[in-house]
């Protein structure tokens, strides 16, 4: 591994490599930070330097790691460009880069691995913020597979954790989401989802370390008690619980996280639920919202339409090669060459034979009351000599993969479902992801609605998501070709449109694109956005000089506050401080 790989797997650091580089049309434009001379900045970058080493500090064209590749606008000022990037290896060097962010006025913009693909990457949300890289804190501090939980650094990849339990031999499965050369802890804290029991990330975390803007080390939970034995076994603090003022926030940077995970199970049932119409969305929605209330289904559900299924499998030419959305004749033929729903759903089970069997059944009663059209198929697999379920030997086509905690990225290509239409075409999407109430109908009629908006600005209607107790995130991706001009401005009207109809419901999205923050903070507008005033008045007292993240997730410090940004204008370019 060079000082420049992000990854020790070579066909990892290559496929890394392939879509930054090959992604970008146009030059990386050299930029300042707001409101620092020439001179500062230099000066900064040395001090950067002696912090971490030359090969620790990226400009110029090493910077195309820290560019969105699904990048829309490179050729006007709502790019979003860093001035450099720094990569710590330690505490005390993200310490001390936060000095020097503070005494020269540079905002830092933090990430993990920058994976976080559709909704900007790596890329700043401020253009000419220092992107403070920490994929190089990269230690798996411990696995503990007695009571299921792992501790971690920024750097450390679903696919590190899980090659890390097989290779020690531990009864536990990690949790990935549907690309594996992500953050463990990036995907956290932005509240991102896998597929196993502890699929709800947000919610296994338990004790994290977290880097002030002052420089003080503060630990969560019990994990704030020295030598403490619960530190990750327990959420439960003495006074008020901050763990969670650190999602999806820029009031601090944190360095280890602990996170619950799943227990080698005895055994493991796959389970697929399928349906042929739109329309019966509802009755999955329903029928499996309800099994999960009542804690018969133990993961949360993932649903798919045709065209996220098949657009997983090839490019869109393979199936159509018109212009405009894939018309309902079209995509009937594809469900029947594929030989699936137009929604199909895929669950699991864990633990001893006889009570997933039990579950199963229960299961199965209530899909036959409530979605008598839907279709039900199961594997089932045993833990050899009474031991538990090997997840590597598990066909993907049996269910094996995310339900039972092996990472990979068998999605990396379908960004490419358009763009293959065109010899020189650039794939890339944006999502646009809100959170709906379990309700069938609810569900449904938003479905019917954004599918409209999408397929008439030519767009097919790609959606998957998963459904929890009470709640559905519906998670709408929109595949484009960077080399298409109409492509740009098409998806400014979808975005616009779906906002509108999500502000008209109270729904909102769980999660943002960087162009798109300021709107969906913007949605939280109880007692005249009492919260936002509330965030920014923290953010205002931990940070005062607004060094880390200014704008993250439509938080705005002050000093950026005072020239236009924030408070749903979301000004697009740096020029204006």
């Known amino acids: 591994m060079t000082d420049e790989s992000f990854y020790l797997d070579a066909a990892i650091q290559a496929k890394h490599h392939d879509l930054f580089r090959k992604s970008t049309r146009l030059p990386i434009q050299t930029i300042l930070p707001p409101n620092v001379a020439q001179a500062d900045f230099e000066n900064a970058l040395f001090a950067f330097k002696d912090i971490v080493g030359p090969a620790g500090v990226r400009t110029g064209v090493a910077l195309a790691d820290y560019i969105d590749p699904f990048e829309l606008w490179e050729d006007t000022d709502k790019r979003h460009v860093p001035s450099a990037a720094v990569c710590p290896?330690?505490?005390?060097?993200?310490?001390d880069i936060m000095k020097v962010a503070t005494r020269y006025e540079l905002p830092l913009w933090t990430i993990s691995r920058g994976k976080n693909l559709g909704y900007g990457g790596p890329s700043p949300r401020l253009s000419g913020s220092v992107v403070l890289d920490l994929h190089k804190m990269n230690k798996i501090i411990e696995v503990n597979d007695r009571f299921g939980f792992c501790v971690v650094e920024p750097g450390v990849t679903f696919l590190e954790l899980y090659e890390y339990t097989r290779k020690h031999g531990l009864k536990v499965w990690?949790?990935?989401?549907?690309?594996?050369?992500?953050?463990?802890?990036?995907?956290?804290?932005?509240?991102?989802?896998?597929?196993?029991?502890?699929?709800?990330?947000?919610?296994?975390?338990?004790?994290?370390?977290?880097?002030?803007?002052?420089?003080?080390?503060?630990?969560?939970?019990?994990?704030?008690?020295?030598?403490?034995?619960?530190?990750?076994?327990?959420k439960a603090s003495f006074g008020p619980s901050v763990d969670g003022l650190f999602l999806q926030s820029n009031l601090g940077v944190v360095t280890k996280l602990g996170l619950w995970m799943t227990p080698q199970?005895?055994?493991?049932?796959?389970?697929?639920?399928?349906?042929d119409e739109a329309e019966d969305l509802e009755a999955m929605v329903d029928t499996l919202s309800e099994l999960k209330r009542h804690d018969i289904l133990q993961n949360s559900p993932v649903v798919r339409n045709i065209v996220?299924?098949?657009?997983?499998?090839?490019?869109?030419?393979?199936?159509?090669?018109?212009?405009?959305a894939m018309p309902p004749d079209v995509l009937k033929d594809v469900q029947r060459k594929l030989k699936i729903g137009y929604w199909l759903c895929k669950f699991a089970f864990y633990g001893p034979k006889?009570?997933?069997?039990?579950?199963?059944?229960?299961?199965?009663?209530?899909?036959?009351?409530?979605?008598?059209?839907?279709?039900?198929?199961?594997?089932?697999?045993?833990?050899?000599?009474?031991?538990?379920?090997?997840?590597?030997?598990?066909?993907?086509?049996q269910g094996g993969g995310g339900m039972a905690g092996v990472p990979d990225l068998w999605t990396l290509g379908v960004w490419n479902y358009r763009a293959a239409d065109n010899p020189e075409g650039i794939g890339g999407h944006c999502d646009f992801s809100p959170t709906l109430p379990a309700h069938g109908k609810e569900v449904?009629?938003?479905?019917?609605?954004?599918?409209?908006?999408?397929?008439?600005?030519?767009?097919?209607?790609?959606?998957?998501?998963?459904?929890?107790?009470?709640?559905?995130?519906?998670?709408?991706?929109?595949?484009?070709?960077?080399a298409d001009p109409e492509h740009r401005d098409k998806i400014d009207r979808v975005m616009e449109k779906l906002f509108i109809e999500a502000k008209n419901r109270g729904i909102s999205s769980y999660r943002s694109h960087l162009n798109h923050m300021d709107r969906v903070a913007d949605m939280y507008d109880f007692q005249n956005h009492a919260y936002r005033r509330f965030v920014e008045g923290l953010k205002d007292h931990m940070d005062p000089t607004g060094i880390l993240s200014p704008g993250k997730n439509g938080i705005w410090p002050k000093r950026f506050r005072e020239v236009g940004f924030g408070q749903g204008r979301d000004p697009k370019s740096s020029t204006k401080l």
Not at 265 to 275: G, I
Not at 356 to 381: C, F, G, N
């Open 89 to 95: 290896r330690t505490i005390a060097h993200v310490q």
């Open 174 to 234: 990690p949790s990935a989401p549907s690309l594996g050369w992500g953050s463990v802890m990036g995907n956290s804290l932005d509240r991102g989802f896998g597929y196993t029991r502890t699929g709800d990330h947000q919610n296994q975390i338990c004790g994290m370390e977290v880097i002030l803007p002052n420089g003080e080390i503060v630990r969560t939970g019990q994990f704030a008690i020295t030598n403490s034995a619960t530190a990750h076994l327990s």
């Open 265 to 275: 199970p005895q055994a493991f049932m796959s389970c697929s639920m399928e349906v």
């Open 308 to 324: 996220a299924w098949s657009s997983s499998l090839g490019a869109r030419k393979n199936y159509y090669t018109g212009s405009g």
């Open 354 to 397: 006889e009570l997933i069997e039990e579950r199963y059944v229960a299961t199965e009663k209530l899909v036959h009351e409530r979605a008598p059209r839907a279709r039900l198929t199961r594997d089932l697999h045993v833990g050899k000599d009474g031991q538990g379920v090997d997840a590597a030997n598990i066909p993907a086509a």
């Open 444 to 482: 449904v009629d938003w479905y019917l609605t954004a599918k409209a908006i999408t397929e008439g600005e030519g767009f097919d209607s790609y959606v998957g998501g998963a459904l929890y107790d009470r709640t559905f995130i519906m998670i709408h991706m929109f595949l484009y070709d960077k």
